[in-house]
């Protein structure tokens, strides 16, 4: 087996550390890595050389951090604790070779590779955009725990640790040389010989002083990061908001913050100690297994073929044809600008096209708020956005998407005028939310061109897009579709055409369990209360509200046709917009709405001529009807064989609906819950409140032979 770092000697006594995992496409920091490592390092502690650069063999990228595989199947705390002690160690060798050390880093640098930097005295990294730095191991449940959470406060102080390490957010070059993460941000091309250059300048620090360190500048970063009440008030604040972001269900930011309260003024060993003894069983528990097979599954979802056969290759898709500049037809076309492609985006009237451009702009500068983008980019990215007004300038499209009002009459008229213009192999994409691809196909020339393409709101922020295959939509359209959305960097789940796929299919029963929970007496505020508590980012009044009250009357109306045994239309959605109420587009729906700010409206119990009110033992006892209606439809969704299996539906629930991550998803909630007392307690609810709690009979059946959604 060829080794992962080999030492490669340069002349004038410098030499190079350089990782280059052969059997992987990335360097990834697996027990081989770390073996490797150990072996290269008696070698530069046997002879060493006069400086020490770190970087990686494979062009474009560093170190894409440790073994998510390894982290996953792991299930003893002992062995952890073993492993994660013997990567410090490895670390911690780097740190104290007697030459001074740089790493050069050139792409991503996530996890590991991070902590494999910040063992170096100094960093210096390329300004390419590919170059992200940075610790998501909270994003997998877990915190840095090879000298990470503890050299980093170090390097850059303690509060801007703490945000780096809490949020798991990436840095480009630019931004973390301003952190003091990096020492320079420099050109691609020129990246080793800087390394050089500032190599020699760290040589020249006298021996003690040669490590990068924190140096507070002004009087308040002094006081929070170097004096007891400030350290203090930094942890006090810093655990005020893990609690508001995660409830308390995520154990690894508050995990991590306690080791910085125990040792961030002892030594780098005391923290190292305390790093390796908080993780291990992080690393074993329940959050983490279900953080890390979500990530896994949209690993997969990313690369994984959609088809059985492999050869069939997607079309390559350069110029697109957009109908509709609303905020979702916006939101589109400025992610497919984004990624290079020229979008035609066609509306009625001139007002709505200036609006959709303003959209676009808004999405821009947001983002470039958050991550500085070069105003030639900008530039470029608004120039390949052409507006019109006609259906003229299609005769170039690869790919033609219709983003207006969810109406088939409406949808199939702006196919039929679409088709004709476009060239013969042209794809054509629908963005419904709910109405049947097969429906919408029926008049096309070429059915077996279309497809669905559902994207969530905002789009420039959520990552799920719904594929929708229908009857006649052949492979290499599919296959098309999906290279696109990955393309667009979207998680893709491949969904058979179905009234409401999959996630709207799964909500509308817990949307309406909610109505049905607001007329046997229980306050909107509760409810909602008890669903954020369970970890769902907003409640289902405050959904609807966001999406607006007419816009999920029709949702409902199409599953309640489709669907009547289990959904019936509700009387409350209609009372609402018979009031004007739509929500927040129109500033009161369950809630009164003021720019961002949102609070309760007790007028809507009197608009719905609801008197008795009904106050629950607890928040949880509020839930629970509402996610045994996710669990039976999600469990009808696999058993109808509207997805390839339970794994995609608990991915775009995730990341369509936001369920909450630590809990695995809705079927992987239910195998926690014990699929013999959900169907127990399904079958109790049907006893009590009708037949839309029937469980159905993929649920009975598991149950019955001990199985699980996870085992078959």
């Known amino acids: 087996?060829?080794?992962?770092?080999?030492?490669?000697?340069?002349?004038?006594?410098?030499?190079?550390?350089?990782?280059?995992?052969?059997?992987?496409?990335?360097?990834?920091?697996?027990?081989?890595?770390?073996?490797?490592?150990?072996?290269?390092?008696?070698?530069?502690?046997?002879?060493?050389?006069?400086?020490?650069?770190?970087?990686?063999?494979?062009?474009?990228?560093?170190?894409?951090?440790?073994?998510?595989?390894?982290?996953?199947?792991?299930?003893?705390?002992?062995?952890?604790?073993?492993?994660?002690?013997?990567?410090?160690?490895?670390?911690?060798?780097?740190?104290?070779?007697?030459?001074?050390?740089?790493?050069?880093?050139?792409?991503?640098?996530?996890?590991?590779?991070?902590?494999?930097?910040?063992?170096?005295?100094?960093?210096?990294?390329?300004?390419e955009s590919r170059t992200q730095i940075g610790l998501p191991e909270t994003l997998l449940g877990i915190f840095p725990a090879w000298g990470g959470t503890t050299r980093l406060p170090r390097l850059i102080g303690l509060p801007a640790a703490l945000d780096l390490i809490?949020?798991?957010?990436?840095?480009?070059?630019?931004?973390?040389?301003?952190?003091?993460?990096?020492?320079?941000?420099?050109?691609?091309?020129?990246?080793?010989?800087?390394?050089?250059?500032?190599?020699?300048?760290?040589?020249?620090?006298?021996?003690?002083?040669?490590?990068?360190?924190?140096?507070?500048?002004?009087?308040?970063?002094?006081?929070?990061?170097?004096?007891?009440?400030?350290?203090?008030?930094?942890?006090?604040?810093?655990?005020?908001n893990v609690l508001a972001r995660t409830q308390g269900m995520y154990p690894?930011?508050?995990?991590?913050?306690?080791?910085?309260?125990?040792?961030?003024?002892?030594?780098?060993?005391?923290?190292?100690?305390?790093?390796?003894?908080?993780?291990?069983?992080?690393?074993?528990?329940?959050?983490?297994?279900?953080?890390?097979?979500?990530?896994?599954?949209?690993?997969?979802?990313?690369?994984?073929?959609?088809?059985?056969?492999?050869?069939v290759k997607p079309a390559r898709v350069e110029h697109m044809a957009l109908v509709g500049a609303g905020v979702m037809g916006a939101g589109i076309a400025e992610l497919a600008a984004r990624q290079g492609i020229t979008v035609r985006m066609r509306e009625i009237k001139p007002e709505a096209l200036q609006k959709g451009l303003q959209v676009i702009r808004g999405v821009i500068d947001e983002r470039n708020r958050k991550r500085r983008v070069a105003p030639r980019e900008v530039d470029a990215q608004m120039a390949r956005v052409l507006p019109t007004l006609d259906l003229t300038g299609m005769a170039h499209a690869d790919f033609a998407l219709e983003a207006v009002v969810e109406d088939l009459d409406v949808k199939r008229r702006v196919?039929?005028?679409?088709?004709?213009?476009?060239?013969?192999?042209?794809?054509?994409?629908?963005?419904?939310?709910?109405?049947?691809?097969?429906?919408?196909?029926?008049?096309?020339?070429?059915?077996?061109?279309?497809?669905?393409?559902?994207?969530?709101?905002?789009?420039?922020?959520?990552p799920l897009l719904e594929v929708v295959r229908g009857e006649r939509t052949s492979d290499a359209a599919l296959v098309t579709a999906v290279a696109l959305a990955r393309r667009l960097g979207k998680t893709p789940v491949v969904v058979r055409d179905s009234p409401g796929f999959v996630v709207n299919r799964v909500l509308m029963p817990y949307l309406r369990e909610a109505l049905y929970m607001l007329e046997d007496g229980y306050a909107v505020p509760d409810l909602d209360a008890a669903m954020r508590r369970f970890g769902m980012p907003m409640?289902?009044?405050?959904?609807?509200?966001?999406?607006?009250?007419?816009?999920?009357?029709?949702?409902?109306?199409?599953?309640?046709?489709?669907?009547?045994?289990?959904?019936?239309?509700?009387?409350?959605?209609?009372?609402?917009?018979?009031?004007?109420?739509?929500?927040?587009?129109?500033?009161?729906?369950?809630?009164?709405?003021?720019?961002?700010?949102?609070?309760?409206?007790?007028?809507?119990?009197?608009l719905l001529g609801l008197s008795h009110v009904r106050r629950p033992q607890s928040v949880d006892t509020l839930s629970e009807r509402m996610v045994l209606a996710m669990i039976n439809e999600a469990a009808r969704c696999v058993e109808e064989n509207i997805v390839a299996g339970p794994e995609q539906v608990d991915l775009a629930m995730i990341f369509g609906a936001g369920f909450p991550p630590y809990r695995g998803g809705v079927l992987r909630h239910a195998d926690t819950m014990g699929l013999p007392m959900i169907v127990d307690r399904l079958h109790a609810l049907r006893a009590e409140k009708g037949p839309r709690f029937e469980p159905c009979a993929l649920l009975v059946n598991k149950a019955a032979r001990g199985e699980t959604f996870a085992n078959g």
């Not at 924190?214 to 655990?239: C, E, H, I």
């Not at 074993?284 to 896994?296: A, S």
């Not at 029709?554 to 045994?565: I, N």
């Not at 289990?566 to 018979?578: F, G, K, N, W, Y």
């Open 252 to 311: 690894a930011p508050l995990a991590a913050i306690g080791v910085l309260e125990r040792t961030y003024s002892r030594s780098v060993a005391e923290g190292l100690a305390a790093e390796a003894d908080a993780v291990a069983p992080l690393v074993v528990g329940d959050v983490c297994k279900n953080l890390v097979r979500i990530f896994r599954l949209s690993e997969d979802a990313k690369r994984s073929n959609v088809v059985a056969d492999p050869g």
């Open 1 to 127: 087996m060829m080794p992962v770092f080999r030492v490669e000697r340069r002349d004038g006594g410098l030499a190079h550390l350089v990782m280059d995992h052969a059997a992987r496409k990335l360097n990834v920091l697996d027990a081989d890595a770390i073996a490797s490592l150990e072996s290269t390092l008696s070698d530069l502690e046997g002879a060493p050389p006069r400086g020490l650069i770190v970087l990686s063999g494979k062009p474009g990228s560093f170190i894409a951090g440790a073994d998510i595989d390894a982290i996953g199947s792991i299930t003893d705390a002992d062995q952890v604790h073993t492993l994660v002690r013997r990567g410090q160690a490895a670390y911690q060798r780097l740190a104290s070779l007697p030459c001074p050390t740089v790493a050069a880093i050139d792409g991503v640098c996530l996890g590991g590779g991070t902590e494999l930097a910040l063992a170096c005295d100094s960093r210096i990294a390329s300004e």
């Open 166 to 240: 809490l949020t798991g957010r990436s840095l480009d070059a630019r931004r973390a040389e301003k952190l003091g993460l990096i020492a320079r941000a420099v050109p691609a091309a020129w990246l080793v010989e800087s390394a050089e250059r500032h190599l020699a300048a760290v040589s020249q620090r006298p021996p003690r002083k040669r490590r990068d360190r924190y140096r507070p500048k002004g009087f308040m970063n002094w006081l929070l990061d170097t004096t007891a009440p400030g350290r203090a008030t930094v942890f006090s604040q810093a655990k005020k």
């Open 539 to 606: 409640g289902p009044f405050e959904v609807v509200d966001e999406v607006g009250i007419d816009v999920a009357h029709k949702v409902a109306g199409v599953l309640a046709a489709a669907f009547p045994e289990r959904i019936q239309p509700s009387p409350v959605l209609e009372q609402l917009m018979a009031a004007g109420r739509f929500g927040k587009k129109s500033g009161r729906g369950f809630y009164r709405h003021q720019g961002k700010q949102r609070t309760p409206d007790r007028s809507v119990r009197a």
């Open 415 to 462: 196919f039929a005028e679409l088709e004709v213009r476009v060239p013969g192999g042209t794809l054509l994409a629908s963005n419904t939310s709910s109405l049947s691809i097969n429906s919408l196909a029926a008049g096309l020339l070429h059915p077996d061109r279309f497809v669905g393409f559902h994207f969530f709101n905002p789009v420039h922020r959520m």
